[in-house]
């Protein structure tokens, strides 16, 4: 299971407040240089939120999203995924089958940037937004038996990786 009912509700009440899910237009800029790298603009936003990413890039790609109706369908494979600021929001629980079907989705590569730190957001039962909240040693090496990592960048709290599928 990728995400329990309970845990789709609780993030869509955040959503409806459209201040959650913002945060993908941050990365335009490195997505767009790596759909000219690739020469694709096969993208998929894995965890799009308010599709802040599409819109900085200024071209139509493809959105997934759980929690948001209508962009909650099983995506298809593309050529770059981008999957920001999601991660560290998964249920501790569902996430190996989260990352297992980022790989099913990964055709050629993945732009991951993970937060370490807490969120600044609540969930309504009281928990911090980034339920799992593990440094860049603890991540790697679930990211490392599904993909080969090209680069590894550190900022503080957030670190993000580019994948290549295996």
Not at 47 to 54: S, V
Not at 60 to 70: L, Q, S
Request: net charge negative; proline share 4%; charged share 30%.
């Amino acid at each position: 299971m990728k995400i329990t009912s309970e845990y789709r509700d609780l993030n869509r009440a955040l959503h409806a407040g459209g201040v959650y899910g913002i945060s993908g237009q941050r990365w335009a800029k490195v997505v767009a240089g790596m759909c000219q790298t690739i020469g694709s603009r096969d993208v998929l936003d894995y965890g799009c939120g308010q599709r802040t990413l599409e819109k900085a890039l200024g071209f139509p790609i493809h959105n997934y999203d759980p929690c948001i109706e209508g962009l909650d369908e099983a995506p298809a494979p593309a050529d770059l995924v981008a999957c920001t600021d999601v991660l560290e929001h998964i249920e501790p629980d569902c996430l190996d089958e989260v990352l297992d079907d980022l790989r099913r989705v990964t055709r050629k590569f993945g732009f991951f940037v993970i937060a370490t730190r807490p969120a600044l957001k609540t969930l309504a039962d009281g928990r911090n937004a980034h339920l799992i909240q593990e440094g860049e040693e603890w991540w790697l090496p679930k990211i490392l038996a599904r993909w080969e990592v090209q680069k590894i960048e550190r900022f503080e709290g957030e670190f993000l990786v580019i994948v290549a599928a295996k």
